[in-house]
């Protein structure tokens, strides 16, 4: 497939983009996400992937390693938001890894930079209404524990939200429940083959919680105290909304986290994104790696 538009910078909006706001959706209403769907099939007849992708601070590697592909600008979708954060590229990427067919968000937009968490809804449903069955995202963390270091890998089980928002707030998107529950929101099948895959790779992983905060600003060492007794293994400003999501309409989730730093105060050493990158570039191939396993081992889904 070849692209279908000429890339965009961020700020330069699509000659048919509509305006990005919250829907509204009422009962029998379209899913924030069918507009974008819809767009995505005129331009792809016949495009039904089965798996999305989420690739953090980064990853890109992933979404390089995909085949026959087609990249529509985040600034193209009806109701996607665009992100401003370095190492996020902002495109949603169709076509093949590993002969299944996929869909994959090429950088994502972080509640920090002040976007609505209601429009986090929207490339989540988009996934779901192309025919996703199943969501497999990544994310740079820092660790709290000094046994799980920069380059290492954490397979999440579950997560604590301090992010104090909720992307399911407001009117229920008709496409899941009113009240979804987050039990095992983590599946616990596709963590057990995860970790098998992992292994045949010799790629070390760690199941650990996450804790989501807002940022930008990174945490303090007492913070990090506090998250510890809490039970959180590592700690991002990602992730969780997406989650929250993708589990509202019935998207089976997998998260893999690279770590790119040791949490204030088990260090001396401050924190910035380009470690951030660095790190996340360095562990990059493994990740590659391992969705590629994953994908290609489909019928144990």
């Known amino acids: 497939m ?3 538009s000429p890339k965009r910078e961020a700020s330069e909006p699509a000659d048919n983009q509509r305006p990005t706001k919250v829907a509204k959706p009422l009962d029998g209403a ?27 601070s980064g990853m890109g590697g992933v979404a390089d ?7 529509f600008p985040y600034s193209e979708l009806p109701g996607f938001p665009v992100s401003t954060v370095q190492g996020h590229a902002g495109t949603f990427v169709c076509g093949t890894l590993e002969g299944v067919q996929v869909a994959c968000l090429k950088g994502r937009v972080h509640l920090y930079e002040g976007t609505d968490p209601q429009l986090i809804r929207a490339p ?13 995202s990544t994310s740079a963390v820092g660790s709290l524990r000094e046994d799980v270091g920069p380059g290492e890998l954490f397979l999440l089980k579950d997560h604590i939200n301090l992010q104090a928002r909720n992307p ?8 899941g429940p009113r009240f979804p529950s987050l039990l095992n929101a983590y599946d616990p099948a596709l963590r057990a083959l995860i970790q098998a895959k992992a292994a045949e790779n010799e790629i070390n992983i760690t199941e650990g919680v996450y804790l989501a905060c807002l940022g930008p600003s990174f945490e303090t060492p007492a913070e990090i105290k506090a998250f510890k007794i809490l039970g959180a293994d590592c700690v991002g400003m990602s992730v969780v909304p997406e989650v929250i999501v993708a589990r509202h309409c019935d998207l089976r989730v997998a998260t893999v986290s690279i770590v790119v ?8 050493e401050h ?6 990158l660095h790190f996340s570039g360095l562990a ?14 489909n019928g144990e889904w």
């Open 65 to 71: 390693a995909i085949e026959d592909k087609t990249e």
């Open 271 to 276: 924190i910035t994104h380009d470690e951030t």
């Open 261 to 268: 730093n040791l949490a204030a105060g088990l260090t001396n």
């Open 284 to 297: 990059a191939g493994k990740v590659t790696q391992l969705v590629k396993s994953f994908i290609a081992a």
């Open 168 to 175: 399911l707030i407001g009117p229920n998107d008709p496409i």
């Open 124 to 136: 989540i449903y988009t996934f779901k209404e192309l025919g996703c069955e199943i969501m497999f």
């Open 2 to 4: 070849s692209a279908v």
């Open 30 to 56: 379209q899913s924030a996400g069918a507009p974008a769907a819809a767009y995505i099939r005129t331009k792809l007849p016949g495009f039904a992937p089965r798996l999305a992708i989420i690739l953090g």
